[in-house]
C-alpha cells in the first residue's frame, strides 16, 4: 500500500510555455480566451457521462467535513467553515435533486474527535438545518481523520450490497491526528467496498493520496471557490458501480397522498412516524399523509424507509428522476457557426446564434447555443425538440 506508482509532479515535469495560450483579440483583451478556456471546462462534463455504465442509483453518503482551526482561514471568504457550509447546502439540494432514492449523512471533526452531525437520511431539510446551526460553531485543534471514517463505515458496512456506500471528506488541515494505524482502517475500508473521495482546501496531503487510490475514490485540491463548487458538483452524478457489487430486487411501496376532510366524522387526526423521533418541534396531529400499502404507517414526505416494516416507500416521479443517470443524453455534436445554412436562431430560447460554434441534436438535427446546451445536458436531460415531435406524432 505504501509503494505509490510513479507520477510525474507539476515542477518536475518539462519547460511548457502556458502564456502561449492566452491569446489577445483585435482590442487587446484576454477575456474571449479565458470564456473559451471555461466553456470548455464545462463541456467536458457532458462527454464524461457514464455511458451504458452500471451505476450505483441508490447511494449510502456520509459527508465528512473538517472543523480543525485551519477552516478559520480566509483564503475563502468569509473563511473556509462558511464557505464550507454555504456550499453543502447548495449540494445536499442537488444531492437529492438528483438522486430521490439515496441518503446522506453529515460528520463533523475537531480537536481529536468525530461527531455525527446528521444521521442518514432522505431529508434534505434535516440536513439543511443542521448545518446552518454549525456556521457559528468553534473550529479548535486538529481533525481525526481515523475517527472520521470510522464513524461512518461502522453505519456504511450495514448498508445492503446492491447500495453504493460512499465517504466524500472535505479536508482543510495538512495533518491529522490518529488513535491507531489509518493505513489498516484503508484495507478495511477497501474490504467493504466503500469508496472514500477526498476535496482539499489546503495541499495534497500523502494519506488522503493512499486513502482515494485503494478505495477507489477521487481526490482534488481546489484552486478557488468556483472551483471547489464544481468539485462538489463532480459527485452528485451517481459513480459506477463496482463489478462485484450484488444486484437484487428491491420490494418498494407507492403510497398515495390521502387527504382526509374535517367534514369526515371517521376522521382522525394523527401522528407521522416521522415526527415521534425529531426534536425540532414540528407539525404534531395531521389529518393528511402518505401511508405504508404494507403496514399503514404513516408520513409526510418521501422518499423514506419504513419504520415499521422495512420498506422503501417513493414516488414514480422519485424513480423517473433517477433514470436518466442510466440513459444520458448524447453530446450534441459541435460545428461552427460559419457552417451553418439554416435560420441563425437557437430552437430552446430562440435567441439569435452569436456563439462561434453551434450544436445540433444527432437525432433530431435542431440547432442550439452553447448556454442552451449545457441547460440540456446539465438539468433537462432530454433534447425539446425530439420531446415536441414526439407528443405531435
Known amino acids: 500500500m505504501d509503494e505509490e506508482p510513479e507520477r510525474a509532479k507539476r515542477w518536475e515535469g518539462g519547460y511548457e510555455r502556458t502564456w502561449e495560450v492566452l491569446k489577445e483579440d483585435e482590442s487587446g483583451s484576454l477575456r474571449a480566451t479565458v470564456e473559451d478556456i471555461l466553456f470548455q471546462a464545462k463541456r467536458k462534463r457532458v462527454f464524461e457521462s457514464h455511458g451504458q455504465v452500471r451505476l450505483g442509483m441508490m447511494r449510502h453518503l456520509y459527508v ?5 482551526r485551519t477552516m478559520e482561514d480566509q483564503d475563502l471568504k468569509p473563511n473556509r467553515l462558511a464557505s464550507t457550509l454555504k456550499l453543502m447546502e447548495y449540494f445536499v439540494e442537488e444531492y437529492f435533486d438528483q438522486n430521490p432514492i439515496s441518503q446522506i449523512g453529515i460528520i463533523t471533526t475537531k480537536n481529536k474527535r ?49 447500495t453504493s456506500r460512499e465517504i466524500l471528506v472535505i479536508f482543510s488541515s495538512l495533518t491529522t491526528c490518529d488513535p491507531a494505524n489509518i493505513y489498516d482502517l484503508i484495507k478495511t475500508l477497501k474490504a467493504l ?32 471557490e468556483s472551483h471547489f463548487k464544481e468539485l ?4 452528485v452524478k451517481p459513480p459506477p458501480a463496482s463489478s462485484s457489487s450484488e444486484c437484487s ?8 397522498h390521502i387527504i382526509a376532510s374535517l367534514s369526515d366524522q371517521d376522521a382522525k387526526p394523527s401522528f407521522s412516524m416521522s415526527h415521534l423521533e425529531s426534536s425540532d418541534g414540528g407539525p404534531g396531529l395531521t389529518l393528511s399523509g402518505y401511508y405504508c400499502p404494507q403496514c399503514r404507517a404513516k408520513y409526510t ?7 415499521v416494516c422495512g420498506l422503501t416507500l417513493v414516488s414514480a416521479p422519485h424513480l423517473a428522476r433517477s433514470f436518466h443517470h442510466l440513459f444520458p443524453l448524447d453530446a450534441f455534436q459541435e460545428r461552427p457557426l460559419e457552417e451553418h445554412t439554416g435560420d441563425r436562431f437557437c430552437q430552446a430560447c430562440q435567441g439569435e446564434l452569436k456563439d462561434k460554434s ?20 446539465d438539468t433537462l436531460h432530454c433534447c425539446p425538440s425530439c420531446i415536441h415531435r414526439q407528443g405531435a406524432s
Open 301 to 307: 414526505e418521501l422518499p423514506v424507509e419504513c419504520k
Open 232 to 235: 462538489l458538483m463532480y459527485h
Open 64 to 68: 465528512v467535513i473538517d472543523s480543525s
Open 193 to 224: 467496498k466503500i469508496r472514500v473521495s477526498v476535496i482539499g482546501l489546503s495541499a495534497e496531503v500523502r494519506v488522503c493520496t493512499v486513502l482515494t487510490r485503494e478505495t477507489g475514490g477521487k481526490y482534488n485540491v481546489i484552486l478557488d
Open 114 to 162: 468525530a461527531e455525527k452531525l446528521t444521521d442518514l437520511a432522505g431529508n434534505p431539510k434535516k440536513h439543511i438545518a443542521a448545518m446552518k446551526k454549525a456556521v457559528n460553531s468553534m473550529c479548535v485543534g486538529e481533525p481525526s481523520l481515523y475517527n472520521a471514517l470510522n464513524i461512518a463505515m461502522q453505519t456504511l458496512k450495514h448498508m445492503p450490497g446492491h
Open 358 to 377: 453551434i450544436f445540433t441534436c444527432p437525432a433530431c438535427s435542431s440547432v442550439f447555443c452553447t448556454e442552451c446546451d449545457l441547460f440540456i445536458h
Open 249 to 256: 430486487l428491491i420490494r418498494m411501496g407507492f403510497p398515495q
